[in-house]
């Protein structure tokens, strides 16, 4: 990595809030220049991280990590407590679109108000003008006051106008797409096209499978300290291993629960368990599971991906499948209706109750549009005593150096 490769670089880099309840004193220690009085919440502690040109870097870990404390330094809105914080490159931020609106002044002159807030000169932020209205799709309301958008229109034209400088640096804040159904898709397609053209890329979010399969690197955060750096799909193991002996801090399981999202682009409209000609439960090793999937989306736009995912009872994600992965084109029709079915056959899992989800992605298998989060339950039953999750194929045999090797496949029994 030369010195010319690195547009981010973080050198001891620490920040550090006061918790000092009283507000004179707050004040007198700012003004006075000297240390903060009492306890100190630290947000970020000694980070070094340095980002090459057109890396694409995901950030995760749980809430209150400094995931987004460490954003906000990239993007020059924080100042660091101790260490030195250099950005090469104009930055474009998906933080909080729109934060620096008027409410009082028209479109136009937000745009025209916060294109050197972004790095561009006045003659810039006016040829670029028509192409950032036309991208945000708001018409004649360009010339009235933003008060009077609706949030669809005013997140719209942020996004936008945030995109529109062509950035160096992107910081993403866990929104892949903003908007809904057209404009979401375009915002999806912009962001990609900032990828492809060799921008570096931030992207914080709770969603591993999205960072692993948008980012080559990831950054595991917690309390402040960076635990990992390095391939997202290692990033995603240690932070995984993490959680399964941590769960939520509690100590006890936490029961799932069941929830849905849709949006413009497609929604389940029905999954179910196909089911067991044997009653309510799958004998392990011989029944199939079969899950039957439901979609409606926007015939429109490419056709989606569809995703499932087998949880354990207490929530951790036990194996995946996924039309994209498969190389597998789901058979929708001209009214964007589509209706598949998923079999794991002689299904390998021992004793035990389970979870099914059901994820609709974009075709590039990234961008979620809908999602069916533990819709069904089902159990397996076996008739043996072995013990564990799965029941892996194996054999049992003598070592090499003993003489002739005598294999022999364990069958389980029926």
Same mark, same amino acid.
């Given at each position: 990595?030369?010195?010319?490769?690195?547009?981010?670089?973080?050198?001891?880099?620490?920040?550090?809030?006061?918790?000092?309840?009283?507000?004179?004193?707050?004040?007198?220690?700012?003004?006075?220049?000297?240390?903060?009085?009492?306890?100190?919440?630290?947000?970020?502690?000694?980070?070094?991280?340095?980002?090459?040109?057109?890396?694409?870097?995901?950030?995760?870990?749980?809430?209150?990590?400094?995931?987004?404390?460490?954003?906000?330094?990239?993007?020059?809105?924080?100042?660091?407590?101790?260490?030195?914080?250099?950005?090469?490159?104009?930055?474009?931020?998906?933080?909080?679109?729109?934060?620096?609106?008027?409410?009082?002044?028209?479109?136009?002159?937000?745009?025209?108000?916060?294109?050197?807030?972004?790095?561009? !000169?006045?003659?810039?932020?006016?040829?670029?003008?028509?192409?950032?209205?036309?991208?945000?799709?708001?018409?004649?309301?360009?010339?009235?006051?933003?008060?009077?958008?609706?949030?669809? %229109?005013?997140?719209?034209?942020?996004?936008?106008?945030?995109?529109?400088?062509?950035?160096?640096?992107?910081?993403?804040?866990?929104?892949?797409?903003?908007?809904?159904?057209?404009?979401?898709?375009?915002?999806?397609?912009?962001?990609?096209?900032?990828?492809?053209?060799?921008? !570096?890329?931030?992207?914080?979010?709770?969603?591993?499978?999205?960072?692993?399969?948008?980012?080559?690197?990831?950054?595991?955060?917690?309390?402040?300290?960076?635990?990992?750096?390095?391939?997202?799909?290692?990033?995603?193991?240690?932070?995984?291993?993490?959680?399964?002996?941590?769960?939520?801090?509690?100590?006890?399981?936490?029961?799932?629960?069941?929830?849905?999202?849709?949006?413009?682009?497609?929604?389940?409209?029905?999954?179910?368990?196909? /089911?067991?000609?044997?009653? !309510?439960?799958?004998?392990?090793?011989?029944?199939?599971?079969?899950?039957?999937?439901?979609?409606?989306?926007? /015939?429109?736009?490419?056709?989606?991906?569809?995703?499932?995912?087998?949880?354990?009872?207490?929530?951790?994600?036990?194996?995946?499948?996924?039309?994209?992965?498969?190389?597998?084109?789901?058979?929708?029709?001209?009214?964007?209706?589509?209706? %598949?079915?998923?079999?794991?056959?002689?299904?390998?899992?021992?004793?035990?109750?389970? !979870?099914?989800?059901?994820?609709?992605?974009?075709?590039?298998?990234?961008?979620?549009?809908?999602?069916?989060?533990?819709?069904?339950?089902?159990?397996?039953?076996?008739?043996?005593?072995?013990?564990?999750?799965?029941?892996?194929?194996?054999?049992?045999?003598? /070592?090499?150096?003993?003489?002739?090797?005598?294999?022999?496949?364990?069958?389980?029994?029926?």
């Amino acid at each position: 990595m030369t010195a010319h490769d690195v547009v981010i670089d973080l050198q001891g880099v620490a920040k550090s809030y006061s918790l000092e309840s009283r507000p004179l004193r707050r004040l007198a220690d700012q003004l006075l220049g000297r240390r903060a009085s009492g306890h100190l919440h630290h947000a970020l502690r000694e980070v070094n991280l340095q980002v090459r040109r057109g890396e694409s870097v995901g950030v995760i870990g749980r809430n209150g990590a400094g995931k987004s404390t460490l954003l906000q330094l990239i993007c020059g809105v924080l100042q660091p407590t101790r260490g030195q914080c250099r950005v090469h490159g104009r930055v474009a931020a998906l933080l909080e679109l729109g934060a620096g609106f008027n409410p009082e002044l028209t479109g136009r002159e937000n745009v025209r108000l916060n294109g050197p807030l972004l790095g561009l !000169t006045a003659a810039q932020v006016e040829q670029r003008l028509p192409q950032i209205i036309e991208f945000a799709g708001i018409g004649e309301y360009i010339d009235q006051p933003v008060r009077s958008y609706s949030s669809g %229109m005013f997140v719209r034209l942020a996004f936008s106008m945030a995109t529109s400088v062509e950035p160096d640096i992107l910081v993403i804040d866990e929104a892949l797409s903003v908007g809904d159904g057209v404009f979401a898709r375009k915002s999806f397609e912009r962001i990609m096209a900032l990828k492809e053209r060799g921008a !570096t890329i931030l992207f914080c979010s709770h969603s591993l499978f999205q960072v692993e399969q948008l980012c080559g690197r990831a950054l595991w955060l917690h309390e402040g300290d960076l635990r990992y750096d390095g391939p997202s799909h290692q990033a995603v193991v240690e932070y995984g291993a993490w959680l399964s002996r941590n769960g939520d801090g509690s100590g006890e399981a936490t029961p799932v629960q069941p929830s849905r999202s849709e949006s413009s682009a497609a929604r389940i409209v029905d999954v179910r368990i196909a /089911p067991s000609p044997h009653g !309510t439960a799958l004998r392990s090793g011989i029944d199939a599971l079969t899950v039957q999937v439901q979609l409606q989306t926007d /015939p429109t736009i490419p056709c989606p991906t569809l995703g499932v995912v087998i949880y354990t009872d207490d929530g951790r994600e036990l194996t995946s499948a996924g039309s994209f992965l498969d190389h597998f084109a789901l058979p929708r029709q001209p009214d964007g209706s589509v209706a %598949m079915a998923i079999d794991f056959p002689a299904l390998p899992l021992l004793k035990g109750r389970y !979870t099914v989800s059901v994820f609709v992605l974009c075709d590039r298998a990234i961008n979620l549009y809908a999602a069916a989060h533990h819709a069904l339950a089902f159990e397996v039953v076996q008739a043996d005593v072995r013990q564990g999750l799965v029941a892996l194929p194996h054999q049992w045999r003598l /070592p090499a150096d003993a003489g002739a090797g005598v294999a022999a496949t364990v069958h389980r029994p029926s």
